[in-house]
């Protein structure tokens, strides 16, 4: 049984390393030079972006589109732009009035290292830049060239991700019920998870049924995901994740341990994996990658 | 003379007016409401849209638009978009680790009100709401429906707005050149005023031609105007500019009477606005109120 998990889940984990290769060119290929002016933000910007990043986002919006059209070449800058916009969110995420984080990946935080105003900008302009490389992407199969922004911005905004850390930030110190720990990992981290795998298949020219999967999916995926992160949290070394052990607890954030504790906690994580994964089934050519990253994620806190 | 210079610059101030209520109510149906969930965020990001701003970039996104079509009426989520952005600006620039800035507009910043914390989200998510706003814009005349978000990225992100704060952070405590004080000025504030008039300008279905015409004409207003707020900077009371005197030079900031001394920045402002107003006069049916501007800029500080 471990060694089919195993298996399993090194489909997805064999993918996403393949996906790593092309995302890393493309960024480099995208981004601003350093040496250009104003060369501490480009610094700054390439500092966070190329810090060891797994590059799921990406991966996922290209493994929905190769899923519909067979082909993921098209999606490729719309992935970039998903990776520009999620470490937007973490630069800003470890600034010092937000969850003042002093460390990420392994490495000092993008202000410990280039200042705050630097490290602000840098984020304004990730979040700038993953619009425009939007707005620059090819369309593959996509009807209305605006709906690849329209997923984006909606994963984004108030009702994505930007609400989500506001929900975080004005939560912490308070006991917080599963259900609002649940909507509010679902802004932070899952509508992103959603909106690549959509932006992706939108590229690739889904229908809306198998798009309503691809949502479905994502959400589950997403929120597994977080719960996750919360679990690794709590048990961690700070070798394994990059910062500091327990730091969610310390910080009295809110998450899904701290609402329910660690085994229920595993329990709604283990039942969002199975779902996504019979979801899975049905989310075309790629089905077995899809499933894989539920395994992936399951065996990722266990 | 006096009286002719008063007769013309208020033609401008009079759709200035005009334009303002319109985008004011354009603006609040598009917000998020203060009562919906997460309310701290909504209200923060109230709190600077509505903090009494002459909402002139809107304003010229719908004289850009009449000038060309005849109508503004398509333009108006633009413009709307336009001040969602600008306030965006505004709320980052104000943060501790940029210009820490306690006041704005005669009130508290964003962040004295509402903690650093929520005002760095109010800012993130004014931004991508700005391009969320765009992407949902009616096209006018506009042939690429992505080129209305590549007019905003491009006056947005690192060779624009966000690009020009870095500038302007890593100068402070500098002895800079005018040269460099223009290009930092061209980058933080002249690329959004022309990039106003170019989004009205594509709406509006212009000519190449004519877009040059817009661009050459709003890079000489933009300059203008962030050298006139210089000089009020070091001139004018707390009272009418809303923020401590002279506090460009109390922060060692980058300006042009720094640089060069007031009367040569003077000069200079008055170069720009001359030429702007020659080139005013072939900007389509709303000449008399592009030229009008500019006498109104240059009235603003003398």
């Known amino acids: 049984m471990r060694r089919s998990v195993e298996a399993a889940s090194s489909l997805f984990e064999r993918y996403l390393e393949r996906a790593r290769r092309r995302i890393d060119t493309a960024l480099d290929a995208r981004l601003p030079r350093a040496r250009e002016e104003p060369r501490p933000l480009h610094s700054a910007i390439r500092y966070s972006v190329f810090a060891g990043g797994k590059r799921l986002r990406p991966a996922l919006c290209l493994l929905a589109c190769e899923s ?178 327990g730091s969610d607890q310390a910080r009295g954030k809110a998450t899904a341990p701290g609402a329910v504790g660690v085994e229920r906690a595993e329990r709604e994580s283990e039942r969002l994996l199975r779902e996504a994964r019979r979801i899975a089934k049905g989310l075309g050519r790629r089905a077995a990658e899809f499933e894989s990253l539920a395994v992936f994620l399951g065996k990722r806190t266990s």
């Open 68 to 245: 519909v059209l067979g082909s993921s070449a098209a999606a490729v800058p719309a992935a970039v732009a998903l990776e520009m916009i999620h470490t937007f969110s973490l630069i800003h995420d470890d600034l010092p009035g937000m969850d003042d984080d002093d460390w990420r990946r392994g490495r000092p935080s993008n202000h410990i290292v280039f200042g705050e105003g630097m490290a602000i900008l840098a984020g304004d302009a990730l979040l700038a830049l993953g619009f425009q490389t939007l707005a620059a992407s090819p369309l593959g199969r996509a009807k209305d060239p605006r709906a690849l922004i329209r997923i984006v911005t909606e994963a984004t905004g108030t009702e994505g991700m930007i609400g989500g850390q506001a929900m975080d930030l004005l939560s912490e110190g308070k006991r917080t019920s599963l259900k609002r720990v649940l909507a509010m990992h679902a802004r932070k981290t899952a509508m992103l998870i959603r909106g690549s795998l959509l932006l992706g298949a939108e590229i690739g020219g889904a229908s809306p049924g198998l798009k309503r999967r691809f949502s479905n999916y994502g959400l589950r995926i997403g929120l597994a995901f977080q719960i996750g992160d919360d679990l690794l949290n709590v048990r961690s070394s700070r070798k394994k994740i990059g910062k500091a052990v």
